[in-house]
């Protein structure tokens, strides 16, 4: 048997479970992990979250891994003979633990985003250099066969090159106002949906078109959530937070306590930290932007118009990719519409619930890819089938994560440090952007990629 590389992880929120589950071999399509990779160790600040994963890593037939306070990253390190720390905290942290886990002698695998500013970014690169190790920023999209088959579309010349990009990103009601009753509301925190959200996106795009941004010009604000809005629109007093609400909440609250994960993560480990997951997304205090547009220029000669709404009554995207030779346009719907169901739930992220429901008859989920060459008709490129969430990607990514895989030719979708710098590029100088109404070079930035 090959000798399984030891993993450590710092953060144990929702997020998390992905990877966790993924080396207990309990999750869909990444069953061998446990073959290759086994997590020894791991660090949160929050010791009830660790209770609940610690149940469920003894219950899937592992030994406990054992725990160690975050500020005792190096020391975990060193003890417990790690190969990789895999880092799922608020986005503010990352570069912090980054540089620590790489001094201390391990790679690093982070949730994109790797950071959120450019001072981070700096320190992160000033790190690699010393150290010579790896880190790997988890771009799960670019695993979706959806994008994968248009990266492949775009690769093998069928548009020609690329002249211009179009994407939109609409975020609905549930999933889209859950950023704003999190820690990511506070723009301090995430970098606000720029930097959060949108790095998924800037590096569909980076990668799509096999380019680099090197220009951004950026629009838009808080203009759906937070209280000066509720007060605009006559919504009046409102409770500070879901849980316990009722009807007063209306659609707009989360329960915490009628989502069992939801529940037993977060409502039932309160008390350790005072952290609150389900604040009112209408209420003081909210930094970051609902409605965000951005013109990014590439090196390439390309140009990508974007856009992303928070507050949008259905949930999933559309691109279009013009080229010297004709065009491909790519639409997804991940749910067509925010229906409650019969128990006055619904789910809050249904890139995470592919099997959710219900469907919306107009507007049904769906993903369509069309190519039209110049001089020809429209013809359907086929989708094929994935695995799990976030489009069918997911699994793909933990393949390719703890194999190690290092060349994925001809897609490349294993995302090294630059990449991860390229994608947080985009929203930082956007970010910038919007402090100042001027256009900004990324070159400006002194990112050091």
Do not use: C
């Not at 509720?230 to 409770?239: H, I, K, Q, Y």
């Not at 970051?288 to 951005?294: G, K, M, R, S, Y």
């Not at 592919?354 to 369509?368: A, G, K, L, Q, Y």
Request: aromatic share 8%.
């Amino acid at each position: 048997m090959t000798q399984r590389e030891r993993y450590g992880l710092i953060g144990a929120g929702s997020r998390a479970g992905m990877y966790i589950g993924a080396m207990t071999g309990t999750v869909l399509g990444a069953e061998r992990v446990p073959e290759v990779a086994e997590l020894v160790a791991w660090s949160d600040v929050n010791p009830g979250r660790l209770d609940v994963y610690e149940r469920e890593v003894v219950a899937a037939g592992h030994p406990s891994p054992a725990r160690y306070a975050v500020d005792d990253l190096e020391r975990m390190i060193a003890d417990e003979r790690l190969d990789r720390v895999v880092i799922t905290t608020p986005d503010f942290t990352h570069a912090e633990f980054i540089v620590r886990a790489l001094r201390a002698g391990a790679d690093v695998v982070v949730e994109k985003p790797l950071t959120i500013d450019a001072e981070s970014v700096r320190r992160i690169g000033a790190a690699i250099r010393e150290t010579g190790r790896e880190v790997i920023t988890t771009f799960n999209y670019r695993y979706s066969p959806r994008n994968s088959t248009l990266r492949r579309v775009i690769a093998d010349g069928r548009v020609g090159q690329v002249t211009s990009v179009h994407f939109e990103w609409a975020l609905d009601t549930v999933h889209g106002a859950d950023y704003f009753r999190r820690w990511h509301r506070d723009k301090a925190n995430s970098g606000g949906l720029f930097i959060h959200k949108a790095s998924h996106h800037f590096d569909l795009v980076n990668w799509w078109i096999g380019a680099a941004p090197v220009r951004v010009f950026a629009s838009g604000g808080l203009r759906f959530y937070g209280a000066e809005n509720a007060a605009s629109r006559g919504l009046g007093e409102r409770p500070g937070r879901g849980t316990g609400a009722g009807e007063a909440g209306g659609p707009f609250s989360l329960d915490l306590a009628a989502d069992a994960r939801l529940k037993e993560l977060y409502l039932d480990q309160e008390y350790h930290d005072g952290y609150l997951r389900d604040r009112d997304v209408f209420d003081e205090g909210i930094t970051i932007e609902d409605n965000l547009a951005a013109l990014v220029d590439y090196d390439s000669g390309a140009t990508l118009s974007y856009s992303l709404n928070a507050h949008a009554p259905w949930e999933g995207y559309r691109v279009t990719v013009n080229g010297t030779e004709g065009r491909a346009e790519l639409e997804v719907v991940e749910r067509g519409a925010v229906l409650i169901g019969e128990d006055g739930r619904v789910v809050v992220d249904p890139s995470m619930h592919p099997d959710h429901s219900p469907v919306d008859e107009v507007r049904p989920d769906s993903e369509r890819l069309v190519l039209q060459r110049h001089w020809e008709g429209a013809q359907v490129v086929p989708i094929p089938e994935g695995i799990g969430s976030h489009g069918g990607g997911d699994a793909y990514l933990l393949q390719h994560l703890f194999d190690r895989v290092t060349d994925d030719a001809p897609l490349g979708r294993v995302a090294g440090y630059a990449d991860g710098v390229r994608a947080v590029s985009v929203g930082i100088a956007g970010n910038r952007s919007l402090e100042t109404g001027e256009p900004v070079r990324i070159a400006d930035l002194d990112l050091g990629v």
